[in-house]
């Protein structure tokens, strides 16, 4: 049966560790004589309905270095639902490509091409989450505090949005302490909250929710923020800049977080609102290590997805 990468949610948390780790052996594999390209012949088309620079330029890298192709249609000449349904276009895609990846507004619409195909589909951010986003930030985190999950403690500072709904999931599978903090009427989505929960329970991790980031950030390891307003919200800027003004990501805020603690932002930062200049281009930002782990995280998804046999050999490292 074919697997997709649509939510966190398709990977269980055993999934999630092989996951890293096959990402982790990719990346030191990286153009090195015994770096695997298991995927000559198989193409991959990208439909991007939003901006992007990291996840565009990454997904191709990634298939195209594991020795596939890709194909970016043009969103804005396929009209997804208004040119044609998305289920017609889905069954077209499937007729001559492996894989599709969409960046889209709709959650229901990567999910009616996912319904639409026998081929997998990978989630490159909609309204709901940004999966892959998430498996680089963990890649990130890992590196940073050499695998032990348990002992981590990250708190999410800002909007309730795609990116923290991912990065629930994950921490929670993981086992991370982690906490989010929001201005009141920004919380995540309940069904995130339940299942972050639901995750925790299980893997010894912890999730609990804030209003206030002084209190979210006290004595955490790492601390990550997002834009307060995602694509799509462009008209709400103004007004969240007001809401959010308090859980700005700055030295006072980071005076709470313990010591050493680093700091994370998915990209692109608006600075002087979500996060200063002084942090993000100070020694606690590591936001650059997360956008290059884009390219191992997404090539670690897209050989699960694709190549499951070899994607289990080579993290269990039987290859190279
Ligand atoms: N972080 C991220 O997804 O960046 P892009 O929007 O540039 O792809
Ligand atoms: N929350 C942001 C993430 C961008 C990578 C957005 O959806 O615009």
Same mark, same amino acid.
């Given at each position: 049966m074919k697997r997709d990468f $649509? %939510? $966190? *949610?398709?990977? %269980?948390p055993v999934e999630l560790r092989e996951t890293l780790r096959l990402a982790a052996r990719l990346k030191k594999a990286r153009n090195t004589p015994l770096e695997i390209r298991p995927l000559v012949g198989r193409s991959m088309a990208m439909i991007f309905e939003k901006p992007s620079l990291r996840t565009r330029v990454t997904f191709e890298l990634a298939i195209v270095e594991l020795g596939g192709h890709a194909l970016e249609i043009n969103a804005s000449s396929v009209k997804l639902g208004e040119r044609e349904s998305v289920p017609d276009v889905g069954h077209n895609l499937e007729r001559w490509v492996d894989l599709v990846t969409a960046r889209v507004f709709r959650n229901e619409t990567v999910r009616m091409l996912s319904d639409s195909m026998q081929i997998p589909v990978i989630n490159a951010l909609c309204d709901m989450e940004h999966p892959c986003q998430a498996v680089a930030d963990m890649l990130t985190v890992e590196e940073l505090s050499r695998g032990v999950f348990p002992k981590v403690s990250m708190t999410y500072v800002g909007d309730g949005n795609n990116v923290c709904h991912s990065l629930m999931l994950i921490c929670a599978a993981l086992g991370v302490d982690f906490r989010v903090s929001t201005p009141?009427?920004?919380? +995540? *989505?309940k069904h995130f909250i339940t299942r972050a929960n639901e995750l925790a329970s299980g893997s010894g991790g912890s999730f609990s929710l804030f209003n206030d980031p002084a209190k979210a950030v006290a004595g955490a390891g790492f601390v990550y923020t997002d834009v307060w307003a995602s694509m799509g919200q462009e008209e709400e800027s103004e007004q969240r800049r007001k809401i959010f003004l308090d859980h700005q990501v700055n030295s006072e805020l980071l005076s709470h977080a313990a010591d050493d603690c680093y700091v994370l932002h998915c990209l692109p930062a608006h600075r002087g609102e979500e996060i200063t200049g002084e942090v993000i281009d100070g +020694?606690?930002?590591r936001v650059f290590d997360q956008a290059e782990n884009r390219l191992h995280a997404q090539k670690a998804v897209i050989l699960k997805l694709l190549a499951p046999d070899i994607a289990a050999e080579f993290a269990a490292g039987e290859i190279a």
């Open positions: $649509i %939510s $966190i *949610d398709n990977f %269980s009141g009427g920004y919380e +995540p *989505d +020694p606690r930002a």
